[in-house]
């Protein structure tokens, strides 16, 4: 049993910066993948970045070189810094848990808004 919990969404200018964040508790399996999601009004939610303890990195195209992700491993935490915000980046971020040996076992936080405005 994993719970997520999200902070650092708000509304920011195009151009501007937010940093999330998610503190993850429980039985966390130490082979885990964590990442962000992010899904827009009428949208499918779509992956942002994910990230192994390894470091291991995957970013979507329409983020790289924008976003970084990152895990501090000793507070069981994710961040996104998310630099260069679009408006096309205005979506609820959601940040994702998953077991690598057992897939059933896929967390969720319960989304942070970021609002980008022009």
């Known amino acids: 049993q994993v719970q997520l919990v999200e902070s650092g969404g708000g509304l920011v200018q195009a151009g501007g910066s937010l940093r999330l964040s998610c503190a993850a508790s429980g039985s966390i399996s130490a082979f885990n993948v964590m990442g962000w999601y992010r899904q827009a009004p009428g949208k499918e939610r779509e992956l942002v970045a994910t990230i192994v303890r390894g470091a291991l990195t995957n970013y979507a195209d329409s983020v790289k070189g924008r976003f970084t992700i990152s895990r501090e491993y000793a507070k069981n935490t994710v961040y996104l810094q998310m630099n260069n915000l679009k408006v096309e980046d205005t979506a609820v971020y959601y940040c994702?848990?998953?077991?690598?040996?057992?897939?059933?076992?896929?967390?969720w936080g319960q989304g942070t808004q970021v609002t980008v405005s022009s």
């Open positions: 994702n848990l998953r077991d690598i040996v057992k897939h059933a076992n896929d967390y």
